[in-house]
Protein backbone atom coordinates (compact mmCIF):
# COMPACT_ATOMS: atom_id res chain seq x y z
CA UNK A 1 0.00 0.00 0.00
CA UNK A 2 2.90 2.15 0.56
CA UNK A 3 4.30 1.63 -2.41
CA UNK A 4 0.98 2.12 -4.25
CA UNK A 5 1.06 5.41 -2.55
CA UNK A 6 4.39 6.50 -2.83
CA UNK A 7 4.09 5.79 -6.80
CA UNK A 8 0.63 7.77 -7.24
CA UNK A 9 2.87 10.72 -5.72
CA UNK A 10 6.26 10.24 -7.82
CA UNK A 11 3.79 10.09 -10.85
CA UNK A 12 1.86 13.21 -10.18
CA UNK A 13 4.71 15.31 -8.96
CA UNK A 14 6.27 14.13 -12.70
CA UNK A 15 3.19 15.77 -14.17
CA UNK A 16 2.95 18.87 -12.09
CA UNK A 17 6.95 19.10 -13.11
CA UNK A 18 5.94 18.60 -16.60
CA UNK A 19 3.60 20.82 -16.86
CA UNK A 20 5.67 23.07 -14.76
CA UNK A 21 8.33 23.37 -17.76
CA UNK A 22 5.58 23.12 -20.30
CA UNK A 23 4.19 26.40 -18.94
CA UNK A 24 7.62 27.89 -18.58
CA UNK A 25 8.70 26.98 -22.70
CA UNK A 26 8.44 29.44 -25.25
CA UNK A 27 7.94 27.41 -27.98
CA UNK A 28 5.46 24.62 -29.01
CA UNK A 29 6.91 21.22 -27.62
CA UNK A 30 9.47 18.75 -29.26
CA UNK A 31 7.69 15.10 -30.00
CA UNK A 32 9.83 14.07 -27.35
CA UNK A 33 8.54 16.56 -24.75
CA UNK A 34 4.74 15.43 -26.09
CA UNK A 35 5.43 11.74 -25.39
CA UNK A 36 6.82 12.69 -21.78
CA UNK A 37 4.09 15.06 -21.40
CA UNK A 38 1.59 11.82 -22.71
CA UNK A 39 3.63 9.33 -20.10
CA UNK A 40 2.82 11.92 -17.39
CA UNK A 41 -0.85 12.12 -17.73
CA UNK A 42 -1.12 8.30 -17.92
CA UNK A 43 1.06 7.83 -14.64
CA UNK A 44 -0.28 10.58 -12.86
CA UNK A 45 -4.36 9.99 -13.11
CA UNK A 46 -4.66 7.06 -10.45
CA UNK A 47 -5.64 4.81 -13.38
CA UNK A 48 -8.08 6.79 -15.28
CA UNK A 49 -5.72 6.86 -18.54
CA UNK A 50 -3.69 4.31 -20.45
CA UNK A 51 -1.52 5.30 -22.80
CA UNK A 52 -0.84 3.25 -25.77
CA UNK A 53 1.39 3.33 -29.16
CA UNK A 54 -1.30 2.00 -32.03
CA UNK A 55 1.49 1.83 -34.56
CA UNK A 56 4.32 3.60 -35.71
CA UNK A 57 5.15 5.65 -38.52
CA UNK A 58 7.62 4.91 -41.63
CA UNK A 59 10.08 7.46 -39.71
CA UNK A 60 9.57 5.38 -36.76
CA UNK A 61 7.40 7.86 -34.59
CA UNK A 62 4.74 6.73 -31.84
CA UNK A 63 1.23 7.09 -33.07
CA UNK A 64 -0.58 7.62 -29.87
CA UNK A 65 -3.97 7.36 -27.77
CA UNK A 66 -4.83 8.48 -24.22
CA UNK A 67 -7.65 6.43 -23.32
CA UNK A 68 -9.29 8.25 -19.97
CA UNK A 69 -12.16 6.94 -18.05
CA UNK A 70 -13.60 5.64 -14.97
CA UNK A 71 -15.67 2.48 -14.20
CA UNK A 72 -17.22 0.62 -17.41
CA UNK A 73 -15.56 2.80 -19.98
CA UNK A 74 -16.86 1.01 -22.91
CA UNK A 75 -19.75 1.19 -22.05
CA UNK A 76 -20.08 4.94 -21.39
CA UNK A 77 -20.44 7.76 -24.50
CA UNK A 78 -17.93 8.66 -25.62
CA UNK A 79 -15.84 11.34 -27.40
CA UNK A 80 -12.52 11.34 -29.69
CA UNK A 81 -10.39 14.00 -29.53
CA UNK A 82 -8.09 14.04 -32.52
CA UNK A 83 -5.09 16.35 -32.74
CA UNK A 84 -2.21 16.50 -35.67
CA UNK A 85 -4.02 15.85 -38.81
CA UNK A 86 -2.00 18.50 -40.53
CA UNK A 87 1.73 17.98 -39.74
CA UNK A 88 2.42 22.22 -39.73
CA UNK A 89 -1.00 22.83 -37.76
CA UNK A 90 1.62 22.21 -34.10
CA UNK A 91 -1.19 24.23 -32.31
CA UNK A 92 -3.40 21.11 -32.96
CA UNK A 93 -1.08 19.17 -30.54
CA UNK A 94 -0.96 21.07 -28.14
CA UNK A 95 -4.13 21.27 -27.93
CA UNK A 96 -5.16 18.08 -28.00
CA UNK A 97 -2.31 16.98 -25.17
CA UNK A 98 -3.41 20.24 -22.52
CA UNK A 99 -7.14 18.60 -23.01
CA UNK A 100 -5.56 15.52 -21.73
CA UNK A 101 -3.80 17.36 -19.05
CA UNK A 102 -6.61 19.44 -17.86
CA UNK A 103 -9.34 16.49 -18.28
CA UNK A 104 -6.57 14.30 -15.45
CA UNK A 105 -5.89 17.36 -13.40
CA UNK A 106 -8.57 19.37 -12.93
CA UNK A 107 -12.06 17.70 -14.86
CA UNK A 108 -11.81 13.99 -13.44
CA UNK A 109 -15.33 14.40 -12.61
CA UNK A 110 -16.44 14.64 -16.08
CA UNK A 111 -15.25 10.93 -16.38
CA UNK A 112 -17.93 9.71 -14.25
CA UNK A 113 -20.49 9.56 -17.38
CA UNK A 114 -17.81 9.98 -20.64
CA UNK A 115 -15.09 8.45 -21.82
CA UNK A 116 -12.01 10.20 -23.71
CA UNK A 117 -9.97 8.96 -26.74
CA UNK A 118 -6.83 11.49 -27.15
CA UNK A 119 -5.40 11.13 -30.41
CA UNK A 120 -2.81 14.12 -30.02
CA UNK A 121 -0.61 13.73 -33.49
CA UNK A 122 -1.48 12.26 -36.55
CA UNK A 123 1.17 13.26 -38.54
CA UNK A 124 4.43 12.56 -35.90
CA UNK A 125 7.01 12.50 -38.76
CA UNK A 126 5.56 15.69 -40.38
CA UNK A 127 5.23 17.72 -37.27
CA UNK A 128 8.99 17.08 -36.44
CA UNK A 129 9.81 19.54 -39.63
CA UNK A 130 9.10 22.86 -37.09
CA UNK A 131 11.86 21.91 -34.73
CA UNK A 132 13.97 20.57 -38.03
CA UNK A 133 17.16 23.00 -38.89
CA UNK A 134 15.54 23.70 -42.28
CA UNK A 135 11.98 24.66 -41.75
CA UNK A 136 8.69 24.07 -43.56
CA UNK A 137 5.13 23.78 -43.83
CA UNK A 138 5.12 19.65 -44.21
CA UNK A 139 2.06 17.56 -44.26
CA UNK A 140 3.75 13.98 -45.42
CA UNK A 141 5.07 11.26 -43.65
CA UNK A 142 8.27 10.08 -43.83
CA UNK A 143 7.10 7.62 -46.38
CA UNK A 144 9.38 7.02 -49.92
CA UNK A 145 7.26 8.38 -52.52
CA UNK A 146 7.41 8.69 -56.25
CA UNK A 147 5.39 11.93 -56.47
CA UNK A 148 5.51 12.71 -60.18
CA UNK A 149 5.91 9.03 -61.01
CA UNK A 150 8.79 9.65 -63.01
CA UNK A 151 10.68 6.59 -61.76
CA UNK A 152 12.90 8.72 -59.32
CA UNK A 153 12.06 9.55 -55.56
CA UNK A 154 11.79 12.67 -54.17
CA UNK A 155 14.31 14.45 -56.85
CA UNK A 156 12.95 17.58 -56.97
CA UNK A 157 11.86 19.03 -52.95
CA UNK A 158 12.72 21.97 -51.50
CA UNK A 159 15.94 23.68 -51.39
CA UNK A 160 16.76 26.69 -49.30
CA UNK A 161 18.29 28.87 -51.90
CA UNK A 162 18.63 31.97 -49.54
CA UNK A 163 20.37 29.61 -46.74
CA UNK A 164 17.97 31.20 -44.00
CA UNK A 165 17.06 27.65 -42.74
CA UNK A 166 13.24 28.41 -43.67
CA UNK A 167 11.43 27.29 -47.09
CA UNK A 168 9.16 30.35 -48.45
CA UNK A 169 8.57 31.23 -51.97
CA UNK A 170 10.17 32.78 -54.55
CA UNK A 171 9.38 35.22 -57.55
CA UNK A 172 10.62 35.17 -60.59
CA UNK A 173 10.35 38.00 -63.19
CA UNK A 174 8.53 37.03 -66.22
CA UNK A 175 6.51 38.57 -68.34
CA UNK A 176 4.45 35.19 -68.39
CA UNK A 177 3.94 35.78 -65.12
CA UNK A 178 0.42 35.50 -63.73
CA UNK A 179 1.13 37.14 -59.84
CA UNK A 180 1.40 40.62 -59.59
CA UNK A 181 2.43 42.80 -55.89
CA UNK A 182 -0.62 43.43 -54.38
CA UNK A 183 -2.06 47.39 -54.17
CA UNK A 184 -1.77 47.56 -50.96
CA UNK A 185 0.95 45.64 -49.37
CA UNK A 186 3.85 44.90 -51.91
CA UNK A 187 5.52 42.65 -50.45
CA UNK A 188 2.55 39.72 -51.08
CA UNK A 189 1.88 38.66 -54.40
CA UNK A 190 -1.54 38.04 -55.53
CA UNK A 191 -2.80 36.42 -58.70
CA UNK A 192 -3.23 39.15 -61.83
CA UNK A 193 -6.78 39.71 -62.53
CA UNK A 194 -7.36 38.90 -66.14
CA UNK A 195 -11.16 39.25 -65.96
CA UNK A 196 -9.96 43.30 -65.50
CA UNK A 197 -7.22 42.86 -68.18
CA UNK A 198 -4.75 43.00 -65.71
CA UNK A 199 -1.17 41.13 -66.89
CA UNK A 200 1.47 39.11 -64.79
CA UNK A 201 4.45 40.43 -63.32
CA UNK A 202 6.17 37.82 -61.42
CA UNK A 203 6.02 33.95 -61.39
CA UNK A 204 5.35 32.52 -57.99
CA UNK A 205 6.63 28.86 -56.92
CA UNK A 206 7.87 27.55 -53.47
CA UNK A 207 11.50 28.07 -52.31
CA UNK A 208 13.24 25.41 -55.01
CA UNK A 209 14.60 24.23 -58.01
CA UNK A 210 13.98 22.32 -61.38
CA UNK A 211 16.03 19.33 -60.21
CA UNK A 212 15.61 16.50 -63.04
CA UNK A 213 14.89 19.60 -65.82
CA UNK A 214 11.28 18.44 -66.47
CA UNK A 215 9.90 22.39 -66.40
CA UNK A 216 8.26 21.14 -63.08
CA UNK A 217 9.55 22.93 -59.56
CA UNK A 218 8.42 21.05 -56.28
CA UNK A 219 6.56 18.25 -57.35
CA UNK A 220 8.05 15.75 -55.68
CA UNK A 221 8.96 16.40 -52.36
CA UNK A 222 11.05 15.33 -49.70
CA UNK A 223 7.90 13.88 -47.96
CA UNK A 224 5.87 10.88 -48.42
CA UNK A 225 1.68 10.62 -47.70
CA UNK A 226 0.03 13.39 -45.62
CA UNK A 227 -2.53 11.67 -42.75
CA UNK A 228 -5.32 14.30 -44.24
CA UNK A 229 -5.25 13.06 -47.79
CA UNK A 230 -5.21 9.23 -47.06
CA UNK A 231 -8.64 8.66 -45.75
CA UNK A 232 -11.56 6.85 -47.36
CA UNK A 233 -14.01 9.55 -47.83
CA UNK A 234 -14.22 11.18 -51.45
CA UNK A 235 -9.41 9.75 -51.66
CA UNK A 236 -8.52 12.05 -53.82
CA UNK A 237 -6.88 9.11 -56.38
CA UNK A 238 -3.67 10.38 -58.13
CA UNK A 239 -3.10 13.59 -56.18
CA UNK A 240 -0.01 14.81 -54.64
CA UNK A 241 0.23 13.32 -50.86
CA UNK A 242 -2.80 10.77 -50.81
CA UNK A 243 -0.42 7.79 -51.65
CA UNK A 244 -2.06 5.06 -54.07
CA UNK A 245 -4.59 3.60 -52.40
CA UNK A 246 -6.76 4.99 -48.98
CA UNK A 247 -6.02 4.08 -45.66
CA UNK A 248 -2.72 3.21 -47.30
CA UNK A 249 0.04 4.16 -44.24
CA UNK A 250 0.62 2.72 -41.06
CA UNK A 251 -1.09 5.41 -39.14
CA UNK A 252 -4.27 5.71 -40.83
CA UNK A 253 -4.97 1.95 -41.13
CA UNK A 254 -4.12 1.14 -37.47
CA UNK A 255 -6.09 4.67 -36.19
CA UNK A 256 -8.84 3.20 -38.00
CA UNK A 257 -9.05 -0.30 -37.26
CA UNK A 258 -8.87 1.00 -33.47
CA UNK A 259 -11.88 3.04 -33.78
CA UNK A 260 -13.81 0.44 -35.50
CA UNK A 261 -13.35 -1.57 -32.04
CA UNK A 262 -14.81 1.38 -30.02
CA UNK A 263 -18.37 1.54 -30.15
CA UNK A 264 -18.65 3.80 -27.15
CA UNK A 265 -17.64 7.02 -29.50
CA UNK A 266 -20.61 9.44 -30.26
CA UNK A 267 -18.76 12.36 -31.16
CA UNK A 268 -15.20 13.48 -32.62
CA UNK A 269 -13.68 17.24 -32.00
CA UNK A 270 -10.89 17.36 -34.29
CA UNK A 271 -8.51 20.14 -34.28
CA UNK A 272 -7.47 21.24 -38.15
CA UNK A 273 -8.26 23.15 -41.06
CA UNK A 274 -12.10 21.97 -41.02
CA UNK A 275 -13.99 23.99 -39.24
CA UNK A 276 -17.70 23.63 -38.99
CA UNK A 277 -18.16 25.28 -34.67
CA UNK A 278 -17.53 29.18 -35.21
CA UNK A 279 -19.87 28.83 -38.77
CA UNK A 280 -22.06 25.63 -39.08
CA UNK A 281 -21.92 23.72 -42.23
CA UNK A 282 -25.09 24.48 -44.68
CA UNK A 283 -27.51 21.55 -45.82
CA UNK A 284 -28.19 20.99 -49.34
CA UNK A 285 -30.69 18.64 -50.75
CA UNK A 286 -29.06 18.25 -53.75
CA UNK A 287 -25.80 17.09 -52.58
CA UNK A 288 -27.62 14.82 -50.14
CA UNK A 289 -29.43 13.00 -52.87
CA UNK A 290 -26.25 11.94 -54.71
CA UNK A 291 -25.02 8.09 -54.83
CA UNK A 292 -22.20 9.39 -53.25
CA UNK A 293 -23.37 11.99 -50.08
CA UNK A 294 -21.58 15.01 -49.91
CA UNK A 295 -23.65 17.12 -47.60
CA UNK A 296 -24.11 16.83 -44.01
CA UNK A 297 -27.75 15.58 -43.61
CA UNK A 298 -30.71 17.88 -42.43
CA UNK A 299 -31.07 16.72 -39.25
CA UNK A 300 -27.51 16.58 -38.31
CA UNK A 301 -26.77 20.16 -40.01
CA UNK A 302 -29.31 21.18 -36.96
CA UNK A 303 -27.18 19.25 -34.41
CA UNK A 304 -24.01 21.32 -35.73
CA UNK A 305 -26.34 24.68 -35.76
CA UNK A 306 -26.98 24.06 -31.83
CA UNK A 307 -23.38 22.66 -31.38
CA UNK A 308 -21.64 25.66 -32.72
CA UNK A 309 -23.68 27.97 -30.56
CA UNK A 310 -22.22 26.70 -27.89
CA UNK A 311 -18.60 26.77 -29.35
CA UNK A 312 -19.18 30.54 -29.82
CA UNK A 313 -19.95 30.93 -26.17
CA UNK A 314 -17.35 29.26 -25.28
CA UNK A 315 -14.64 30.64 -27.43
CA UNK A 316 -14.14 34.11 -27.24
CA UNK A 317 -12.17 34.68 -30.62
CA UNK A 318 -14.00 35.15 -33.43
CA UNK A 319 -13.53 33.45 -36.55
CA UNK A 320 -12.24 35.66 -39.47
CA UNK A 321 -12.60 32.39 -41.84
CA UNK A 322 -15.91 30.92 -41.48
CA UNK A 323 -16.86 27.20 -42.49
CA UNK A 324 -14.66 25.10 -44.16
CA UNK A 325 -16.38 21.60 -44.96
CA UNK A 326 -12.81 20.20 -45.53
CA UNK A 327 -10.79 18.38 -48.64
CA UNK A 328 -11.03 15.11 -50.16
CA UNK A 329 -9.43 12.34 -48.32
CA UNK A 330 -9.39 14.21 -45.11
CA UNK A 331 -10.58 12.97 -41.33
CA UNK A 332 -12.50 15.45 -40.20
CA UNK A 333 -15.23 14.02 -43.38
CA UNK A 334 -14.31 10.33 -42.57
CA UNK A 335 -15.18 10.36 -38.80
CA UNK A 336 -19.25 11.49 -40.44
CA UNK A 337 -19.68 10.39 -43.65
CA UNK A 338 -18.13 7.20 -43.25
CA UNK A 339 -18.63 6.23 -39.46
CA UNK A 340 -21.77 7.92 -38.99
CA UNK A 341 -20.39 9.73 -35.94
CA UNK A 342 -21.22 13.86 -35.10
CA UNK A 343 -17.99 15.11 -36.34
CA UNK A 344 -16.67 18.57 -35.22
CA UNK A 345 -14.02 20.04 -36.39
CA UNK A 346 -12.02 23.64 -35.50
CA UNK A 347 -8.53 25.31 -36.76
CA UNK A 348 -8.71 26.40 -32.57
CA UNK A 349 -7.06 29.78 -33.57
CA UNK A 350 -7.46 32.14 -36.41
CA UNK A 351 -5.70 35.32 -37.67
CA UNK A 352 -7.50 38.21 -35.68
CA UNK A 353 -9.67 40.32 -37.93
CA UNK A 354 -7.56 43.88 -38.56
CA UNK A 355 -9.49 46.96 -39.83
CA UNK A 356 -7.34 49.91 -41.39
CA UNK A 357 -8.54 53.17 -40.83
CA UNK A 358 -11.30 53.29 -43.54
CA UNK A 359 -13.08 50.50 -41.06
CA UNK A 360 -12.91 48.35 -43.52
CA UNK A 361 -10.49 44.81 -43.45
CA UNK A 362 -8.21 43.45 -46.28
CA UNK A 363 -9.90 40.36 -48.14
CA UNK A 364 -6.70 38.95 -48.45
CA UNK A 365 -5.08 36.78 -45.73
CA UNK A 366 -1.64 37.35 -46.07
CA UNK A 367 -2.20 40.87 -45.66
CA UNK A 368 -4.34 40.52 -43.06
CA UNK A 369 -1.90 38.68 -40.99
CA UNK A 370 0.65 41.02 -41.90
CA UNK A 371 -1.18 43.76 -40.53
CA UNK A 372 -2.12 41.83 -37.20
CA UNK A 373 1.57 40.83 -36.64
CA UNK A 374 2.64 44.61 -36.74
CA UNK A 375 -0.11 45.41 -34.14
CA UNK A 376 1.00 42.43 -31.89
CA UNK A 377 4.91 43.45 -32.59
CA UNK A 378 5.64 40.11 -33.86
CA UNK A 379 9.36 40.00 -35.28
CA UNK A 380 9.88 38.41 -38.54
CA UNK A 381 6.59 37.43 -39.17
CA UNK A 382 7.78 38.54 -43.19
CA UNK A 383 11.08 37.48 -44.90
CA UNK A 384 12.39 40.36 -47.00
CA UNK A 385 12.59 39.40 -50.72
CA UNK A 386 16.10 38.85 -51.59
CA UNK A 387 17.69 38.08 -55.12
CA UNK A 388 19.79 35.08 -55.48
CA UNK A 389 21.35 33.80 -58.48
CA UNK A 390 18.97 30.60 -59.34
CA UNK A 391 20.52 27.75 -62.21
CA UNK A 392 17.12 28.00 -64.20
CA UNK A 393 16.84 31.33 -64.56
CA UNK A 394 20.26 32.30 -65.44
CA UNK A 395 18.42 35.82 -67.10
CA UNK A 396 16.17 36.90 -64.60
CA UNK A 397 15.76 38.53 -61.72
CA UNK A 398 14.74 35.73 -58.93
CA UNK A 399 13.93 36.78 -55.47
CA UNK A 400 13.60 34.70 -52.03
CA UNK A 401 11.00 35.69 -48.84
CA UNK A 402 7.36 35.37 -47.90
CA UNK A 403 5.47 34.55 -44.58
CA UNK A 404 7.63 33.05 -42.18
CA UNK A 405 6.85 29.39 -42.00
CA UNK A 406 3.97 28.11 -39.76
CA UNK A 407 3.48 31.41 -38.33
CA UNK A 408 -0.01 32.22 -40.37
CA UNK A 409 -1.85 28.56 -38.77
CA UNK A 410 -0.31 28.52 -35.44
CA UNK A 411 -0.41 31.76 -32.96
CA UNK A 412 2.69 32.56 -30.43
CA UNK A 413 3.11 29.69 -27.56
CA UNK A 414 2.38 32.45 -25.19
CA UNK A 415 -1.41 32.70 -26.19
CA UNK A 416 -1.85 28.68 -26.00
CA UNK A 417 -2.93 28.41 -22.92
CA UNK A 418 -5.86 30.47 -22.95
CA UNK A 419 -6.86 28.99 -26.14
CA UNK A 420 -6.71 26.01 -24.78
CA UNK A 421 -8.65 26.35 -21.79
CA UNK A 422 -11.53 27.50 -23.66
CA UNK A 423 -11.72 24.66 -26.23
CA UNK A 424 -11.18 22.51 -23.12
CA UNK A 425 -14.30 23.93 -21.84
CA UNK A 426 -16.35 23.47 -24.88
CA UNK A 427 -15.52 19.51 -24.91
CA UNK A 428 -17.10 19.63 -22.02
CA UNK A 429 -19.72 20.88 -22.26
CA UNK A 430 -20.03 18.52 -25.98
CA UNK A 431 -19.71 15.72 -23.41
CA UNK A 432 -22.17 16.92 -21.05
CA UNK A 433 -24.82 17.00 -24.04
CA UNK A 434 -24.01 12.48 -24.61
CA UNK A 435 -27.00 10.43 -25.01
CA UNK A 436 -28.65 9.86 -21.97
CA UNK A 437 -30.80 7.06 -21.41
CA UNK A 438 -33.04 6.72 -18.37
CA UNK A 439 -36.36 4.80 -17.22
CA UNK A 440 -39.26 6.69 -16.38
CA UNK A 441 -43.22 6.20 -15.36
CA UNK A 442 -42.22 2.84 -14.05
CA UNK A 443 -45.98 0.45 -13.50
CA UNK A 444 -46.17 -2.90 -12.18
CA UNK A 445 -49.77 -4.22 -12.52
CA UNK A 446 -50.95 -7.26 -11.40
CA UNK A 447 -53.42 -9.48 -13.92
CA UNK A 448 -54.33 -12.35 -11.69
CA UNK A 449 -53.52 -15.78 -12.52
CA UNK A 450 -50.10 -15.22 -11.69
CA UNK A 451 -49.16 -12.76 -14.44
CA UNK A 452 -47.61 -8.90 -14.19
CA UNK A 453 -48.02 -5.90 -16.65
CA UNK A 454 -44.93 -3.91 -16.52
CA UNK A 455 -44.37 -0.67 -18.54
CA UNK A 456 -42.04 1.33 -18.10
CA UNK A 457 -40.64 5.07 -20.38
CA UNK A 458 -37.18 4.52 -21.79
CA UNK A 459 -36.08 8.50 -22.08
CA UNK A 460 -33.24 10.32 -23.85
CA UNK A 461 -32.70 12.94 -21.27
CA UNK A 462 -30.01 14.73 -24.12
CA UNK A 463 -30.51 17.69 -26.62
CA UNK A 464 -28.40 15.11 -28.91
CA UNK A 465 -30.20 12.14 -30.32
CA UNK A 466 -28.67 8.88 -29.96
CA UNK A 467 -28.13 8.55 -33.17
CA UNK A 468 -26.79 10.78 -36.30
CA UNK A 469 -29.19 11.21 -39.16
CA UNK A 470 -25.46 9.85 -40.66
CA UNK A 471 -25.36 6.85 -38.36
CA UNK A 472 -28.81 6.18 -38.89
CA UNK A 473 -28.75 5.98 -42.73
CA UNK A 474 -25.57 3.73 -42.54
CA UNK A 475 -26.41 1.36 -40.02
CA UNK A 476 -23.20 1.43 -38.48
CA UNK A 477 -23.93 2.38 -34.94
CA UNK A 478 -25.42 0.07 -32.99
CA UNK A 479 -29.50 -0.10 -32.63
CA UNK A 480 -30.45 0.14 -28.62
CA UNK A 481 -31.03 -3.13 -27.41
CA UNK A 482 -33.44 -3.40 -24.44
CA UNK A 483 -32.69 -6.72 -22.51
CA UNK A 484 -35.01 -8.53 -19.95
CA UNK A 485 -33.49 -11.37 -18.04
CA UNK A 486 -36.71 -13.51 -17.95
CA UNK A 487 -36.87 -17.13 -19.02
CA UNK A 488 -38.85 -16.85 -22.59
CA UNK A 489 -41.42 -19.23 -21.44
CA UNK A 490 -42.62 -16.48 -18.95
CA UNK A 491 -42.58 -13.65 -20.90
CA UNK A 492 -46.46 -14.12 -22.24
CA UNK A 493 -46.03 -10.43 -24.13
CA UNK A 494 -43.40 -8.19 -25.11
CA UNK A 495 -39.92 -9.25 -26.76
CA UNK A 496 -36.92 -10.47 -24.20
CA UNK A 497 -34.39 -9.10 -26.51
CA UNK A 498 -35.66 -5.30 -28.84
CA UNK A 499 -34.19 -3.64 -30.82
CA UNK A 500 -34.89 0.81 -31.45
CA UNK A 501 -33.09 1.97 -34.35
CA UNK A 502 -33.00 5.26 -32.42
CA UNK A 503 -34.08 8.13 -29.50
CA UNK A 504 -34.18 11.90 -30.85
CA UNK A 505 -33.76 14.66 -28.60
CA UNK A 506 -35.50 14.31 -25.09
CA UNK A 507 -37.88 11.49 -26.63
CA UNK A 508 -39.64 8.73 -25.38
CA UNK A 509 -40.54 5.24 -26.59
CA UNK A 510 -42.85 3.73 -24.28
CA UNK A 511 -42.18 -0.57 -23.44
CA UNK A 512 -44.40 -3.20 -22.11
CA UNK A 513 -44.27 -6.68 -21.29
CA UNK A 514 -46.98 -9.35 -19.53
CA UNK A 515 -44.83 -12.08 -17.37
CA UNK A 516 -45.46 -14.43 -15.34
CA UNK A 517 -44.33 -15.75 -11.92
CA UNK A 518 -43.06 -13.98 -9.00
CA UNK A 519 -40.26 -12.33 -7.87
CA UNK A 520 -37.97 -9.95 -9.35
CA UNK A 521 -37.09 -9.04 -13.11
CA UNK A 522 -33.33 -6.85 -14.38
CA UNK A 523 -34.08 -4.98 -17.44
CA UNK A 524 -31.43 -3.13 -19.29
CA UNK A 525 -31.50 -0.83 -22.37
CA UNK A 526 -28.95 1.11 -24.33
CA UNK A 527 -25.70 0.59 -27.00
CA UNK A 528 -22.00 1.38 -26.00
CA UNK A 529 -22.36 4.92 -27.32
CA UNK A 530 -25.58 5.88 -25.32
CA UNK A 531 -25.03 4.25 -22.04
CA UNK A 532 -25.92 1.90 -20.80
CA UNK A 533 -29.97 2.03 -18.11
CA UNK A 534 -30.83 -0.56 -16.32
CA UNK A 535 -34.48 -1.41 -14.00
CA UNK A 536 -35.22 -3.36 -11.30
CA UNK A 537 -38.67 -4.37 -10.71
CA UNK A 538 -40.75 -6.60 -8.11
CA UNK A 539 -43.36 -8.76 -9.47
Known amino acids: MKKMYLSLIAGAGLLFAVQSAVLAQGDYPTLSQVSQRLQSVANGSGGSAKLSSLTKTAGGKDIWVLKVGKGDIDNKPAIAVVGGVEGFHVLSVELAVQFAERLVKEHGNALDNTTFYIFPNMSPDAYEQYHAALKYERRGNAAKVDHDRDGQVSEDGYEDLNKDGLITMMR ?16 IMVKADRAKGQKGTHLVMSETRDKDKDGKFGEDLEEGIAFNRNQTYKFPIFTPLAGDYAVSQAESRATLDYLFEQW ?15 APLKFSAADARKRVITSMLEKDVAINAMVSGIYNETVSQKAFNQSNQGTDGDFFQWAYFHFGRLSFSTPGWWVPEVKGEDGKSNPNAEANFLAWAEKEGIQNAFIPWTSVSHPDFPNQKVEVGGIRPFVMHNPPYAKVGDIAKEHTDFILKLAGMAPKLEF ?31 GEKSRWLRSIRIDINRDPKDIVSGDKIKLIDKLGAYEKTTLSWIVKGTGSIDIKAGAAH ?5 LNVKL
Request: hydrophobic letters at 30%; aromatic letters at 8%; glycine letters at 8%.
Open 172 to 187: VESPMGDYVAHDKDPR
Open 264 to 278: NIFAFVTFGPSNNLS
Open 440 to 470: HNVQSEKLGNGLTRITADLYNNSPLPTHSEM
Open 530 to 534: TGIAT
